[in-house]
């Protein structure tokens, strides 16, 4: 929260567009477990979540956590 309230004047009224990931990286729906796993941690800021989107619709089919791919032994 004392992220969201240094770029915010009033963070009680914030929206989630306030506060989003504008450009978030995402997997297919096809992408092998252990390549998200890798998508998240190999980066400067590791991410704990991924949306898997569809290219050809655009749309967001669903999103793998860290805590997904550990319960899958992954």
Same mark, same amino acid.
Do not use: F, K, W
């Given at each position: 929260?004392?992220?969201?309230?240094? /770029?915010?004047?009033?963070?009680?009224?914030? /929206?989630?567009?306030?506060?989003?990931?504008?450009?978030?990286?995402?997997?297919?729906?096809?992408?092998?477990?252990?390549?998200?796993?890798?998508?998240?941690?190999? /980066?400067?800021?590791?991410?704990?979540?991924?949306?898997?989107?569809?290219?050809?619709?655009?749309?967001?089919?669903?999103?793998? /956590?860290?805590?997904?791919?550990?319960?899958?032994?992954?």
């Amino acid at each position: 929260m004392a992220m969201i309230s240094s /770029r915010l004047t009033d963070p009680a009224s914030a /929206r989630a567009v306030d506060v989003m990931t504008a450009n978030p990286i995402s997997i297919e729906p096809g992408t092998l477990a252990y390549q998200a796993l890798q998508e998240m941690e190999d /980066r400067p800021s590791q991410i704990s979540v991924i949306p898997i989107v569809d290219r050809a619709t655009g749309a967001c089919t669903g999103l793998i /956590r860290v805590h997904d791919l550990v319960r899958a032994g992954i």
